[in-house]
């Protein structure tokens, strides 16, 4: 994997997949040697502050072709610096982008499967579903803040989507672990992909490291944000609970 580095990108267009997630698709000239095959790897929108600062926000690189690549935004609202930009871009407008980082993808060397996200893991879990193989089974829950935010997914036939309605995302902690709990646990060993708010993580957690038929290997769990807070305020918190839970 080359080093990742920092390039000024342009808007190449937008539209709203739904009406609480917004694709804006980044290209230009910088990108002539992006590396190719990037899709659920991450980058970092680069955003100049007045104080001289930058302000740095993380993406999950949705769909990739020869000369752009997609970003899907989860909207909360128009407060926060990205969601604000996104909002607010225009077709030519340029910004500056680090990355790619490291993809995550779900280990495909057990029986089954289980995914579990909200809108901001989305984008990576459609990766994640579409790229499986065609006997793949489990099961995909996925929270939403509307109905009209459900998406059509690509993905095997043996993978089962449970849709799950949120109007106050990042307020109930125990959400998406109660809908784990209404699984029918297949037979086999079990590979797990989750990320969410950080409180849902660590009851997801919790849930997982209890039972005796879930590997550790084949665990991905992350917070991808904390209700209340920023990036960089959630970054503090995820340091200092993953340093609790290595002592642990």
Known sequence: MPKPTSRLLEVIRKEYITINMLRITLGGEALADFPEDQESGYVKLIFPTKDGSRLMRTYTIRQQRQTEFDVDFALHGDSGVACHWAQHAQTGDQIEVGGPGPKKLISETTD??????????????????????????GYAILEVQTEADIQTLQKPDGIELKWVINLNPGQDSQSLLNHVKT???LDGNVAIWA???????RALRAFFKER??????????SSYWKHGLNEDQHKVKKREDLDENDAA
């Open 112 to 137: 089954w499967m289980i995914f579990i996200g909200d809108m901001t893991s989305l984008p990576a879990i459609s990766v994640n579903l579409a790229g499986l193989p065609s006997e793949a089974k």
């Open 183 to 185: 699984l029918k646990w």
């Open 195 to 201: 990320a969410c708010e950080f409180s849902s993580m």
């Open 212 to 221: 005796s038929d879930v590997e550790k290997s084949d665990l991905y769990i």
